[in-house]
């Protein structure tokens, strides 16, 4: 399933995370991508909200690279690619007992950069300027997981 939602303001970008926290399930994975100020971590911080964790707790892991958080029923993996120089890397983090966490729900800022170490089935979010105040956020949503996100329509 794809889909394109438009939020207009950085309250509805959150509120989509929050809708979206309640359909996801442990062992999913997002892949969040975009350009600068698209309003990915923006994003992630509406699905950490969504799933119970403070709003406070939630930046972009730029310089970590990977922020961990625990939530009631699970943990939350939130990764930020952007300096990582390739998938290699990847195994400094604990990447493959993230992605295997079947209690655990990852979500990746800047995924293309390491493309090649996502699993085949995950979630494909592109987030894109359509002016200034107005983003539009691409959802590509595998067959076997869409009918948890029919509402999002």
């Not at 995370?17 to 992630?44: H, I, N, P, S, Y």
């Not at 009631?72 to 990582?84: F, K, Q, V």
């Not at 400094?92 to 800047?110: L, N, P």
Request: aromatic fraction near 6%.
């Amino acid at each position: 399933m794809n889909l394109e939602i438009v939020t207009a303001s950085e309250g509805e970008t959150l509120d989509l995370g929050r809708r979206m926290a309640g359909m996801l399930q442990g062992g999913d994975v997002l892949c969040v991508d975009g350009e600068l100020g698209a309003g990915k971590t923006c994003f992630v911080r509406g699905i950490a909200t969504g799933l119970g964790i403070s709003e406070l707790e939630v930046s972009s892991p730029t310089f970590s690279i990977a922020h961990v958080h625990g939530y009631p029923g699970g943990t939350l993996y939130h990764i930020d690619a952007y300096r990582l120089s390739g998938v290699e890397e990847l195994e400094t983090i604990g990447w493959d007992e993230m992605v295997a966490d079947d209690r655990g729900v990852v979500v990746c800022e800047w995924a293309e950069r390491i493309a090649d170490a996502m699993p085949a089935q995950r979630i494909e979010v592109e987030l894109h300027h359509r002016s200034p105040s107005e983003r539009g956020v691409v959802l590509a949503i595998p067959e076997g997981m869409s009918s948890r996100f029919t509402s999002l329509r």
